[in-house]
Nanobody, 124 residues
């Protein structure tokens, strides 16, 4: 069993920054890719960013490229999402997820474990 706990969400003005964290326990964290997804009100959950097991390969949704940075610290069993230049359209519940593969993947069905989510609200 794997437990994922997100933190760091909140309310920020447009143009501001937030750093999300995802603490993992219960499995060999460093063996699998991790990802961030988000779900805005009335919309389906969508891919945001992914990082491979060792942290050397990443991928981003086009909507966040150049503004968001995903990283991980395997020694701390923690993944991060640095979000800069935030826009109102980034408002959503952000979820971290643990994959069942080692390489980067944007496909939700590759992610077996999910956190409870953290709310990010960007005001205009």
């Amino acid at each position: 069993q794997v437990q994922l706990v997100e933190s760091g969400g909140g309310l920020v003005q447009a143009g501001g920054s937030l750093r999300l964290s995802c603490a993992a326990s219960g499995r060999t964290f460093s063996s699998y890719a991790m990802g961030w997804f988000r779900q805005a009100p009335g919309k389906e959950r969508e891919f945001v960013a992914t990082i491979n097991s060792r942290g050397g390969d990443t991928d981003y949704a086009d909507s966040v490229k150049g503004r968001f940075t995903i990283s991980r610290d395997n020694a701390k069993n923690t993944m991060y999402l640095q979000m800069n230049s935030l826009k109102p359209e980034d408002t959503a519940v952000y979820y971290c997820a643990a994959s069942v593969v080692a390489g980067i993947t944007s496909r939700q069905y590759d992610y077996y474990y999910w956190g409870q989510g953290t709310q990010v609200t960007v005001s205009s």
